[in-house]
């Protein structure tokens, strides 16, 4: 809902609204006297099935920015009591005392969750902080300290990044009509922007009862409308519409405490969009939608289950057993969305295996989707994603099989662990539900275990494509406990990681890409990152080391005895915690040689902050005095925004080869070039260059805006001329108007899809006005057309006499990319270009051209081998009849081979003498940059250093090699030798904005650019090129100078002058002229 909303460079935040299909929440009662008789559950117990508690916008849909619970679900349905955070979308991060099972530190008022997100909570008093691993701040309050330990409602108050950046939450309920319930959300952050989230109660009713109760007496609560900052100072005002609903309980109830229908649930229908003029709405969503169209989500059905007697699966007497149904009640059936298409969902009861324990016969089966139908203009013709459990799972197997096919026929399968229970002897059952099944490795002696397989048709007759493959690393399992079994939580919670992944190509292939992960530090990070293959054009093998957290040191387990190794240091619980910082970043390409380079990082321990950066010049790692320092200075009295960023360095300036980390390290006195940074609103508003010597601003803007208070979205761009541009936003950020200083301004103006598809669906649609400056005269206009899936179908747009033109695009049911016709009249579009016989990937094998069906040889083919070629075949014009005139055409095919890197390797074509075909191979530097290119005779060869800047490069056009000899930290060349042969050497100078000043070459003033003031000047002049002379001599003697002279007064600030002299050096001119240039309000 809404956008973004900046508050600092470093936190955020926005409006969400999560669905789950989850609506159900179970728990186990140990209560023989309320269980039907025969259901499945151990003796003594049954199961009570509630709504959950999680959802605020009816069953399923949720909005919030995280709550903090003292118990959590099982998912057998049991509970322990254990603090949990939940997340802005619904997931359970449940905490321990220690990071690790085994952990040396723990440490009352401090806990750690251990499921890959990081996350340290530490008690301060009446309230809970939860630290994510960025250095952002979650901080909770109980809001009803009255009711107990297991009826306190955490909430999040206020979220925080390292410095004085917030955003608050404040809660208020009150009473309005008698009955009537409302809690307010008000939303605030430290740049005075405010929204407001309204709330209602259900009544007293069945529905709200079996729910939790925020409110004594009162039942659970529903978003009817959401007041969002928009720009200009306006609200986007979202409403929430809801139809009062029965619903019957799901059959995994089977406790006769349990009514067998919920009543007057409240189940969202409508999301209504703000306005799109930005005004107010007129009094509320169904006034406004009355006398005109609604952008808006439509929830046009949920599943209903069975109302009949019979419905509970273990019917009213206790002896009947029915089965389950496929579809657990209340989950979303149909969601239509604002621009018109229709997605359908329909279910079925997946099985699981069912050995998983005394506690967990939930787990024997769940609601999972069978297929999802998405409809674009039609509601008749749809694309099916089909799902399908394996219907032969036996719990043996310890395995799970789920078949995807596509809305093309093609097969994927995938593989889940389903061993549930625990063993203390092999410390197996952890693995529960990761993606990969234990029976099968990969033929390579990897270690890695089948995790899905892709085909290009079915399983049962097509090809197979790739096979993905995984390996999975864990903590140290917490012990079983004597007597009885650990609740499987916590041996799932055991940051369960992937450390190798393996893509095997066709079937029965030694083709593969593997990437290898290690040295983790055990908190989040696998330093060591090794990616390989043995495509066709492999031969090299990339390795980028990481330094997270040295301090660390390794966190091993041995699976086997299930202890850990490698030295791990707790994390200080007196530090902050700021997880993501490193010492160096190592990449090392090997391939027929070693290159390796390496980049120092200094981060502030309190903020997480990067405070300086060192780029090794040198490949040996090095450090010397022409590597590239960069220091960032930020406002940590403040907001902690980057406020100034200097460079040092490279070959123009010597540096240090101490601790650069050390605050004593002594840098160059004043940089090469230094920036200036400024923000407002939580947003980047400036950035300029700045004197490197005074640190004031030149006036050279690298970005020069002005931002919107209520959103942060930039209003307003001026470049370093002074030329300007500004934008006007509607209520939900869409662009209204673009006007400039002098040119042309644009209007845009936007109409919902109305109708259901069909005949009398209206598509939705975005018209432009392009006007003169004055905004007198119309000079353009264009109408854009989309689909119900919001893809462009068609383009028109105003040309020469009044007269439309249109453009046609059409796409498969699956949303691939069919046709699109050429440019003509309206209403008949021709000159069709057409995409076909899609691969498995998407890649279209046939593109046939307007002409093809006349001439099929103009047809391209493409023929793609996985991922390592593509081969594209087109007719060229070779020759020309001698008579006719008609052109010759021969069938020519370019071959791309890449490597598992993604690199182009090599080429083969018919350049040959002849049309012989020819080989090009390419291969590249550890940076990525091309290092040479041969083939046939030929060879270029290209060099760089560790800095990424070429140093030299060899190439047949020239004679010799040509060298680099220095640069300046930005990259700019600033002495090179064409040759040694003429020994010609150039240099050039740069002044501390970046613009090249001067070019000498044998040490003689070669040529010279001048530049206008940064400030004051008419026109567009400031700061832009004013004049670039040559000197044609620069040797002396009766020599001539030739100097182009620039104005920039044109619309648009293009050149309106440039004047060209040619006069001896520092002499009036023999002769001039003057070129004048005349813009239209389009920029022609």
């Not at 043996?396 to 399968?413: F, R």
């Not at 003697?1037 to 100097?1043: A, E, H, L, P």
Request: charged letters at 25%; glycine letters at 10%.
């Amino acid at each position: 809902l809404g956008v973004r909303y900046p508050v600092s460079e470093h936190l955020s935040y926005g409006f969400t609204l999560y669905y789950s299909s989850r609506v159900w929440d179970y728990e186990l009662i140990e209560n023989y006297n309320y269980c039907y008789l025969n259901d499945p559950d151990p003796p003594g117990f049954c199961t009570e099935a509630q709504l959950s508690k999680d959802f605020n916008a009816g069953p399923g849909w949720r909005i919030s920015f995280g709550e903090l619970k003292w118990s959590r679900r099982q998912i057998d349905g049991s509970s322990t009591d254990v603090w949990t955070y939940v997340a802005p979308d619904g997931s359970e991060h449940p905490f321990y005392e220690t990071l690790h099972e085994g952990d040396g530190n723990q440490q009352a008022g401090y806990s750690y969750t251990r499921d890959n997100n990081y996350l340290r909570m530490t008690e301060q008093g009446t309230e809970r902080m939860i630290e994510f691993p960025d250095g952002t701040r979650h901080f909770f309050r109980d809001f009803d300290p009255e009711a107990g330990q297991y009826g306190q409602d955490w909430r999040l108050w206020k979220m925080k990044d390292r410095w004085d950046n917030w955003v608050q939450i404040v809660y208020e309920t009150t009473e309005g009509p008698p009955g009537d319930y409302i809690e307010t959300w008000t939303i605030d952050d430290s740049h005075d922007r405010s929204h407001t989230l309204i709330f209602k109660f259900d009544d007293n009713s069945t529905g709200g009862s079996s729910v939790q109760s925020v409110i004594p007496g009162i039942g659970r609560k529903h978003l009817i409308a959401a007041h969002l900052a928009a720009p200009h100072g306006h609200t986007a005002d979202y409403f929430f519409v809801y139809d009062s609903s029965m619903i019957p309980v799901t059959c995994k109830d089977d406790s006769t405490t349990t009514p067998l229908v919920l009543t007057d649930v409240s189940m969202l229908k409508r999301i209504v969009m703000p306005n799109g003029d930005g005004s107010d709405w007129p009094s509320g969503p169904a006034s406004y939608c009355d006398t005109g169209p609604c952008e808006e989500f439509q929830v046009s059905s949920y599943t209903a289950g069975d109302f009949s007697p019979a419905w509970k699966c273990w019917g009213n007497t206790g002896q009947e057993h029915h089965g389950r149904p496929n579809e657990q009640p209340g989950v979303i059936k149909s969601l239509r969305l604002p621009t018109g298409g229709l997605t359908e969902w329909t279910y079925e009861n997946w099985q699981f295996p069912t050995e998983a324990g005394q506690h967990q016969v939930i787990l024997a089966d769940a609601t999972g989707v069978d297929k999802k139908t998405v409809y674009s203009d039609n509601d008749s013709f749809g694309a099916i994603w089909d799902y399908t459990p394996d219907p032969l799972v036996v719990p043996g197997d310890y395995l799970v099989v789920n078949k995807l096919t596509d809305p093309e026929g093609n097969d994927s399968q995938y593989y889940f662990r389903t061993k549930a229970s625990q063993s203390g002897s092999d410390w197996s059952g952890w693995d529960f539900g990761l993606p990969f099944r234990a029976d099968r490795s990969d033929p390579f002696g990897f270690g890695t275990k089948m995790s899905s397989q892709h085909y290009q048709g079915s399983v049962a007759s097509g090809h197979l494509l790739r096979t993905n493959w995984v390996v999975y690393n864990r903590d140290v399992l917490p012990d079983l406990l004597i007597g009885y079994e650990r609740l499987p939580q916590d041996w799932y919670n055991t940051n369960r990681r992937v450390r190798r992944r393996l893509t095997t190509h066709g079937s029965g292939t030694s083709t593969y890409t593997l990437t290898g992960l290690g040295d983790f530090d055990g908190i989040g990070h696998f330093r060591r990152r090794q990616k390989k293959g043995t495509l066709p054009t492999d031969d090299t093998t990339m390795i980028v080391v990481t330094s997270y957290n040295p301090e660390q040191y390794q966190y091993n387990v041995d699976a086997g005895n299930n202890t850990a190794s490698g030295g791990f240091v707790p994390w200080n619980v007196g530090a902050p915690w700021i997880l993501n910082t490193y010492e160096f970043i190592r990449p090392n390409r090997k391939t027929g040689a070693n290159e390796v380079t390496k980049r120092l990082y200094c981060f502030d321990s309190d903020t997480g902050a990067l405070e300086r950066a060192r780029i090794l010049q040198a490949k040996s790692q090095a450090l010397r005095a022409d590597d590239i320092i960069v220091e960032f200075e930020r406002d940590n009295l403040g907001m902690g925004n980057l406020i100034e960023e200097r460079h040092y360095g490279a070959d123009s300036q010597g540096l240090d080869d101490g601790d650069f980390c050390d605050p004593s390290f002594e840098l160059p006195s004043v940089p090469v070039f230094q920036i200036g940074y400024e923000w407002q609103y939580g947003a980047s508003k400036q950035s300029y260059f700045e004197d490197p010597y005074t640190g004031f601003n030149t006036g050279f803007y690298l970005q020069d805006s002005e931002i919107d208070p209520n959103t942060g979205l930039v209003t307003k761009e001026t470049d370093t001329s002074g030329y300007w541009t500004e934008t006007t936003y509607d209520a939900l950020a869409r662009p209204t108007e673009v006007e400039t200083a002098n040119a042309a301004r644009i209007e845009f103006e936007y109409f919902p899809a109305t109708g259901q598809p069909g005949e009398s669906f209206i598509r939705r649609k975005v018209f432009t006005v392009t006007k003169d400056n004055a905004d007198t005269t119309i000079l353009g206009r264009t109408r854009t057309f989309f689909d119900g899936l919001g893809k462009i179908v068609k383009e028109k747009r105003l040309v020469a006499n009044a007269q439309w033109v249109e453009r046609q695009t059409q796409y498969t049911d699956s949303g691939r990319l069919d046709r699109v016709s050429t440019w003509g009249a309206v209403g008949s579009p021709t000159g069709w270009t057409a995409y076909e016989n899609y691969d498995r990937w998407g890649r279209p094998e046939l593109i046939i051209p307007p002409d093809g069906i006349e001439h099929p040889e103009h047809i391209v083919t493409l023929d793609y081998t996985d991922v390592s070629s593509v081969a594209r075949t087109v007719n060229i014009g070779t020759s020309r009849h001698p008579t006719t005139g008609e052109v010759q055409e021969t069938q020519s095919t370019t071959t791309e081979h890449y490597d598992s890197h993604g690199a182009l390797r090599k080429v083969t074509e018919p350049s040959g003498a002849g049309g012989a075909t020819q080989d090009w191979f390419y291969d590249y530097d550890v940076h990525g940059n091309l290092a040479t290119v041969t083939g046939g005779v030929q060879t270029r060869t290209f060099t760089y250093d560790g800095l990424g800047f070429l140093r030299s490069e060899d190439i047949p056009e020239r004679e010799g090699p040509i060298t680099y000899e220095e640069y300046d930290p930005f990259g700019n060349v600033l002495a090179m030798t064409e040759n040694e042969s003429r020994s010609r050497g150039k240099t050039f100078v740069y002044d501390s904005m970046n613009r090249l000043l001067a070019v000498y070459s044998g040490g003689l003033l070669a040529k010279e650019y001048d530049y206008w003031p940064t400030t004051g000047g008419s026109g567009w002049n400031q700061g832009r090129l004013n004049s670039a002379t040559r000197h044609i001599d620069p040797n002396g003697g009766d020599g001539r100078d030739i100097v182009r002279a620039f104005d920039y007064g044109g619309v648009g600030g293009n050149v309106s002058k440039v004047t060209t002299s040619f006069a001896p050096p520092n002499q009036p001119p023999y002769f001039s002229f003057v070129q004048d240039y005349t813009w239209d309000d389009l920029g022609t």
